[in-house]
């Protein structure tokens, strides 16, 4: 685990891209559930290199922020709509 970490951290210095291991602790979620969300869909934006999977920072940052909740009920659809600029109305 700590040598994910160290390769997560120097992978955001030098390259934006991120494996699915990586990803997954970058976001705090498990490989297999990152695995899940690319198969069914909901999860962050990834790209294929060739055969590989690869996760942007920019990506995993944005669809962390689209999660954002205020209480433990809210529901997806209770979100206030996004403004163009993508930003959140407070």
């Known amino acids: 685990m700590d040598d994910e970490i160290a390769r997560a951290a120097n992978a955001k210095k030098g390259s934006p891209f991120l ?3 990586q990803a997954a602790h970058y976001v705090g979620l498990s490989r297999r559930t990152l695995e899940k ?3 069914a869909g909901g999860g962050p934006r990834f790209r294929k290199h060739g ?3 690869r ?3 920019d990506d995993l940052d944005e ?3 689209e999660h954002v909740k205020t209480s433990t009920s ?3 659809r209770e979100r206030p709509a ?3 600029n993508g930003r959140a109305r407070r």
């Open 55 to 57: 996760y942007h920072i």
């Open 37 to 39: 969300m690319r198969t």
């Open 82 to 84: 996004r403004p163009e």
């Open 63 to 65: 669809w962390s922020a």
């Open 74 to 76: 809210e529901s997806d």
């Open 19 to 21: 494996n699915t291991d």
């Open 51 to 53: 055969r590989y999977v």
